[in-house]
DNA sequence: GATCACACTTTTGTCGACAAAAAAAATACA
DNA sequence: TGTATTTTTTTTGTCGACAAAAGTGTGATC
């Protein structure tokens, strides 16, 4: 397939990494269609490796609930399931939470300024326009804040949650609007503050809502779009 | 080593997942020191499998952070960072918490029927004063309890953080008393009682309680037992 | 006696091959 | 024509082998 990804693994160890994330990116980016089928061969034909090292980098990537494999048969990209997104979103709304609480409560001078470089790598997506740049840089953002928040297992969690968001989001951007992101970067500014000011009651409402904002946007795209489906069945 | 291990892994795909269990249970068990090196030829030997299934489990291991694996070094059995204790209680009492109040919302009669059978196995293991088996019988209780909240986000994160607990626990279960399993299996039986009539917050409250009650018991144990290190170190 | 360089051993990451299992295709039969 | 059965092809799980790193031991040098 793409012939960058050739020989640019032949670091011992770095195999599996390489493989690892690119097709972690190519998950969330919906390069790679949820349910589509994933070829060992093809790939180990893609990045010059043996079938070792790309089954080791699937593994990693079904332990992370990226992809399913199902024993003695294929392995697919993992689907987004839409029976079950109020667990999603109740999980992200969570940790929007507990990490922009903790945030406040725990951060450094260095975690501050690195949100606020996000915040305006963000700010720039939006002026810009650039819907998949405000997808990706919105999701850094938060991560960051968890960061700054000193709890492994809410960032991993978190970071997760956010990924996922992310390809749910790629499904729907076209249909974003000039409206809310501007809000979110006046949401986002707040949160700066309640985090600076250590006050964490107002950092845990901040995000509070904040996530109910998100979640209720992205409620009203996929309401949209199955009503649109909807039709197409009758 | 273990004779048994031997020729149960002759069924294809069967294999990894064998390692993979028997593995994770010896780790939390600590029959695996934390910190100690894995040797996958001896796994090779001892599963009689070639090397190729042994390191796909310790990839799923090491995906679940339950070892460590240094690249084109020796992999270990994950410390326990005491340092870092504080995150662990705060997100398990987070997950005690949203699990119980979750399963008050959403659980059916089977899930009361499963509850109550793993309840009473809890009850027995401590009228044997059976330590171990108050350990993982309690595991299993709060497992339950957090699938019938239909969350599957938060039942990994809780599984993952009560399997870590375990292995604490057991570094100082020989301190156990026999006042608190008595205790907690009254509260156990007040959180089943909240559940079933569907009262969110006294749920919450009540997981809140045992939550910090579990807490504050590990935190004596460890605070008492780097007390004696302390003395020695002197 | 301690430090460094070099040979040697062990361990890890990757490879190509092969057999079991499933999927697909071909055939037989109603 | 449609279904059941066999054969062929593809794909998956496992194996043994080998080369690159890292670890270990030995001797030389100061």
Redesign the pocket.
């Known amino acids: 397939m793409d012939e960058r990804d050739k020989q640019l693994?032949?670091?011992?160890?770095?195999?599996?990494s390489t493989v690892y994330e690119t097709l972690r990116n190519e998950i969330i980016e919906l390069k790679l269609a949820p349910g589509s089928?994933?070829?060992?061969?093809?790939l180990?034909d893609r990045?010059?490796?043996?079938?070792?090292?790309?089954?080791?980098a699937?593994v990693r990537l079904a332990a992370e609930g990226l992809i399913m494999?199902?024993?003695?048969?294929?392995?697919i990209v993992s689907n987004i399931d839409f029976l079950r997104l109020s667990e999603f979103f109740d999980a992200l709304t969570l940790m929007y939470r507990v990490t922009t609480r903790l945030a406040a409560a725990n951060h450094t001078p260095d975690d501050i300024e690195k949100i606020r470089s996000l915040q305006k790598a963000f700010e720039e997506a939006v002026d810009r326009r650039d819907v998949l740049g405000m997808i990706s840089t919105n999701r850094d953002f938060h991560v960051a804040i968890a960061q700054a928040g000193r709890n492994r297992y809410y960032v991993e969690l978190f970071t997760r949650l956010l990924d996922e968001g992310r390809r749910i989001l790629r499904l729907y951007y076209s249909s974003f609007n000039d409206v809310l992101p501007r809000q979110y970067v006046g949401e986002h500014e707040d949160m700066i503050q309640a985090i600076i000011n250590r006050d964490l009651l107002q950092a845990d409402a901040l995000a509070s809502a904040h996530a109910d904002q998100i979640v209720s946007q992205i409620r009203s795209y996929i309401s949209a779009d199955s009503r649109q489906s909807g039709d197409l069945s009758l």
């Open positions: 693994t032949h670091k011992r160890g770095f195999g599996v089928a994933i070829d060992e061969q093809q180990s990045f010059a490796l043996s079938r070792t090292p790309i089954r080791e699937l494999t199902l024993t003695n048969r294929a392995t």
